[in-house]
């Protein structure tokens, strides 16, 4: 795992979390299979965590309902303004502003904000998805780089949730540990 870190060409966190998938192809994928997973739920099981002292699997959900809609608005200013310089967010800073949100609310917003920006980047001209713009932090970024990093985030969390049973069901253990 961390031998896939120090070779990834610039520093996305989650490049292991996709495992050599395609990301577009997982992209496309990961928030139906979120949806499906936590269908049966009710809203106190949402708010179980995943682990001892963790999220809730609510505000996980909030978390990735507030991600697209960051990484989806930092793609658009990207190709929309020149040089643009991306403005970090701060996950912790972030999660107590929608903190009242319930959780079926969160995966609307996520799942269709994540309609929204498949139907972006599968509009996009030949050349946009190599759009450079800065990051005070993670320097020179693409188009393409972010697509990789909301396909990696996505399945971080999906993780995640997969480690927490259906109601009645055992709990599992998750299959990497380490990697969560
Ligand atoms: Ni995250």
Same mark, same amino acid.
């Given at each position: 795992?961390?031998?896939?870190?120090?070779?990834?060409?610039?520093?996305?966190?989650?490049?292991?979390? $996709?495992?050599?998938?395609?990301?577009?192809?997982?992209?496309?994928?990961?928030?139906?299979?979120?949806? @499906?997973?936590?269908?049966? #739920?009710?809203?106190?099981?949402?708010?179980?965590?995943?682990?001892?002292? =963790?999220?809730?699997?609510?505000?996980?959900?909030?978390?990735? /309902?507030?991600?697209?809609? /960051?990484?989806?608005?930092?793609?658009?200013?990207?190709?929309?303004?020149?040089?643009?310089?991306?403005?970090?967010? +701060?996950? @912790?800073? #972030?999660?107590?502003?929608?903190?009242?949100?319930? /959780?079926?609310?969160? $995966? @609307?917003?996520?799942?269709?904000? *994540? *309609?929204?920006? $498949?139907?972006?980047? *599968?509009?996009?001209?030949?050349? &946009?998805?190599?759009?450079?713009?800065? &990051?005070?932090?993670?320097?020179?970024?693409?188009?393409? #780089?972010?697509? +990789?990093?909301?396909?990696? &985030?996505?399945?971080?969390?999906?993780?995640?949730?997969?480690?927490?049973? @259906?109601?009645?069901?055992? *709990?599992?253990?998750? =299959?990497?540990?380490? /990697?969560?």
């Amino acid at each position: 795992m961390r031998l896939c870190l120090l070779m990834a060409t610039a520093p996305n966190p989650y490049e292991c979390d $996709l495992d050599g998938r395609d990301p577009f192809e997982a992209l496309a994928d990961t928030a139906g299979r979120i949806r @499906d997973a936590v269908a049966s #739920w009710t809203a106190a099981d949402f708010e179980r965590s995943y682990a001892p002292g =963790k999220w809730s699997i609510r505000r996980v959900i909030i978390h990735l /309902a507030q991600t697209e809609l /960051a990484l989806g608005a930092r793609m658009r200013f990207a190709l929309a303004e020149p040089d643009y310089v991306a403005q970090p967010f +701060s996950q @912790d800073a #972030w999660l107590p502003l929608d903190e009242a949100l319930d /959780a079926a609310a969160a $995966l @609307d917003a996520y799942t269709v904000l *994540r *309609r929204m920006n $498949l139907s972006l980047l *599968r509009a996009l001209p030949a050349g &946009h998805l190599d759009r450079e713009f800065s &990051h005070p932090e993670y320097g020179m970024l693409t188009i393409r #780089w972010v697509v +990789s990093q909301m396909a990696g &985030h996505d399945l971080h969390h999906f993780r995640q949730i997969q480690t927490v049973p @259906d109601p009645g069901e055992p *709990r599992r253990t998750p =299959k990497n540990p380490a /990697a969560d």
